[in-house]
């Protein structure tokens, strides 16, 4: 499964900022829900102000109860779990 252009090019976006030092983490509120969002942000500046470019939030809890990997067995694919199995 291929990583698509966009995702390669804004984690290198993020990998540059960070090395420069110039990542925020920022509460929000999510657009949707208007739970509170902790969200990863690139610090830029434009006429002497401070730009903020959001970039993804941190995880709610366990991590790695929120994503499911690649499956190693099918390329294509992703780990499934089992019916009535918790994450």
Avoid: K
């Avoid at 942000?41 to 990997?69: E, M, Q, S």
């Avoid at 694919?77 to 019916?83: E, I, M, S």
């Amino acid at each position: 499964m291929s990583i698509p252009s966009y995702a390669r090019t804004n984690f290198q976006t993020l990998l540059r900022a960070g090395g420069d030092g110039n990542l925020a983490l920022m509460e929000c509120l999510d657009a949707a829900t208007a739970s509170p969002r902790y969200v990863i942000c690139t610090v830029g500046r434009d006429d002497g102000d401070y730009v903020f470019t959001p970039f993804g939030h941190l995880a709610d809890g366990n991590p790695y109860d929120a994503y499911l990997p690649p499956d190693l067995d099918d390329p294509e694919g992703f780990v499934r779990l089992d019916a009535g199995e918790a994450p």
